[in-house]
């Protein structure tokens, strides 16, 4: 398995369209037969970054994940709506 | 609940006792009554990187463990291994 952490920020005044934009990828994401969780988290800290926590079954249904039209509608629609670029990361569980 | 997503790097050739520091803490944090889940992963691109997703039922959970003498211990321990601080973050999900 796989873990992402996908770690994002919205534009001043933009939190709440990007928080909508998530909601409807999280739903459809987590229809994929390859995905194993996908949730999405307001940092406790600052109302403007967001965090996604994806967990994989394998490295194909990540590839699989990033072209479907779900994904793609997402970073089309949110892409104007981050302050910065998205930053991701793969991870193996340790322990 | 609320979600910690707390990174760290190890510095060159102490990666190895890090984790298995991190692996003991993960073993006492999983027996706390307020501990939701506790996972350490290391970082696909990078094998000095280091991240712990940990999942809490509420802020005294937290406080509870941040004084548990496993914690205090690791803390104390794998702080000489760092190569920087540590980056935590507290997370609420939203979907």
């Not at 994002?8 to 994401?29: H, M």
């Not at 926590?53 to 479907?68: G, L, P, R």
Request: hydrophobic share 45%; with cysteine; charged share 25%.
């Amino acid at each position: 398995m796989i873990t992402i952490i996908a770690r994002c920020s919205a534009r001043a005044g933009r939190a709440e369209e990007l928080v909508q934009l998530a909601g409807n990828l999280v739903d459809s994401s987590r229809k994929e037969e390859g995905n194993v969780s996908y949730d999405f988290y307001a940092d406790a800290a600052d109302p403007a970054k967001f965090t996604f926590i994806e967990v994989w079954k394998d490295q194909a249904a990540i590839d699989f994940h990033n072209a479907t039209p779900h994904f793609q509608g997402f970073v089309e629609k949110a892409g104007p709506l981050f302050a910065g670029p998205l930053d991701v990361a793969l991870y193996r569980k340790l322990s």
